[in-house]
Each structure stands twice: as structure tokens, then as C-alpha cells.
């Protein structure tokens, strides 16, 4: 009993360090990065390509936090986003779709990876997937809206 109790001490003990390590290093660059500005180039240079997928340049703000740091912060600015109303209806909609299938790119990845997965594996099908299933989308609710 007890070597059950020290081993499972200490796995929590291991894993929560993993977390700690791996979490608070992306509060920080999140900090430098809005100080920087560097959000506002990622997003010109995103835009090529989640203009195809039907998201105007407002959604993409909150798409990005959430990819990068995860569906609790990105749900939170695409909250403030829709209340300031530069986001609205359909673009929320796909926002918050994209998020669900491929939030906290970085986070997760991170996290399953210090657990051994393969991160590789891992964002090779969430993003096609989040990109497909958006795009589908996006053509769904255009042919509905027109």
C-alpha cells in the first residue's frame, strides 16, 4: 500500500512539474507577444489562408489565441470579441467550431508529448481536420445565406 501511495505521489509530483514547465513558459510569451505585437504580424500572415477557409480578419485574432493558448483564454477573447460586436454570427460560430476540433495547439501538444505521445501525430490530424470541417462549414453556411 504504501509503495502504491509514494508511486502515485510521485508520478502527480512529476506530472504537475511537466505542467508548470510547460504552462507558465506560454503565459509569458503570451505577455511578450502582446507587448511586442507580435499577435498582430501572426495574424497578417495568417490570413491567407483563413480567408479561404471563410474567416474574415476580426475572427482571427481569437482563433489564434485559442490555438496557441488554449480554448479557455481563446473562448475568453472570442467572448470580449463578440461583445465588442466585431465578430458576429457565422464567423463566431466557426471560430468556436475550429477551436473545439484544435484548440491549444502548442499546450496540448506539449503536454501529451512530455506524456509520450507523438506530437507530430497529433497536430497532423487536428489541424487538417479543424481546416477541412471549418471550410466545409463555412461553404454550408454561405449556400444557406445566399
Request: aromatic fraction near 8%; hydrophobic fraction near 55%.
Given at each position: 500500500m504504501m509503495h502504491f501511495i509514494s508511486d502515485t505521489t510521485f508520478g502527480l509530483g512529476s506530472l504537475l512539474l511537466k505542467v508548470f514547465l510547460i504552462v507558465v513558459p506560454l503565459m509569458i510569451l503570451l505577455e511578450v507577444s502582446r507587448e511586442y505585437k507580435v499577435l498582430d504580424k501572426l495574424i497578417k500572415a495568417c490570413y491567407p489562408i483563413t480567408r479561404r477557409m471563410g474567416l474574415k480578419r476580426d475572427s482571427i485574432y481569437p482563433l489564434i489565441a485559442g490555438i496557441i493558448f488554449g480554448i479557455s483564454y481563446g473562448a475568453g477573447v472570442l467572448i470580449g470579441e463578440s461583445d465588442s460586436g466585431r465578430i458576429k454570427g457565422n464567423q463566431l460560430f466557426l471560430v468556436a467550431l475550429f477551436l473545439g476540433i484544435c484548440h491549444s495547439i502548442l499546450e496540448d501538444t506539449?503536454?501529451?508529448?512530455?506524456q509520450g505521445a507523438n506530437g507530430f501525430i497529433i497536430l497532423g490530424v487536428r489541424l487538417?481536420?479543424?481546416?477541412i470541417v471549418v471550410y466545409l462549414a463555412s461553404l454550408i453556411l454561405k449556400e444557406k445565406a445566399d
Amino acid at each position: 500500500m504504501m509503495h502504491f501511495i509514494s508511486d502515485t505521489t510521485f508520478g502527480l509530483g512529476s506530472l504537475l512539474l511537466k505542467v508548470f514547465l510547460i504552462v507558465v513558459p506560454l503565459m509569458i510569451l503570451l505577455e511578450v507577444s502582446r507587448e511586442y505585437k507580435v499577435l498582430d504580424k501572426l495574424i497578417k500572415a495568417c490570413y491567407p489562408i483563413t480567408r479561404r477557409m471563410g474567416l474574415k480578419r476580426d475572427s482571427i485574432y481569437p482563433l489564434i489565441a485559442g490555438i496557441i493558448f488554449g480554448i479557455s483564454y481563446g473562448a475568453g477573447v472570442l467572448i470580449g470579441e463578440s461583445d465588442s460586436g466585431r465578430i458576429k454570427g457565422n464567423q463566431l460560430f466557426l471560430v468556436a467550431l475550429f477551436l473545439g476540433i484544435c484548440h491549444s495547439i502548442l499546450e496540448d501538444t506539449l503536454l501529451f508529448a512530455a506524456q509520450g505521445a507523438n506530437g507530430f501525430i497529433i497536430l497532423g490530424v487536428r489541424l487538417p481536420l479543424a481546416i477541412i470541417v471549418v471550410y466545409l462549414a463555412s461553404l454550408i453556411l454561405k449556400e444557406k445565406a445566399d
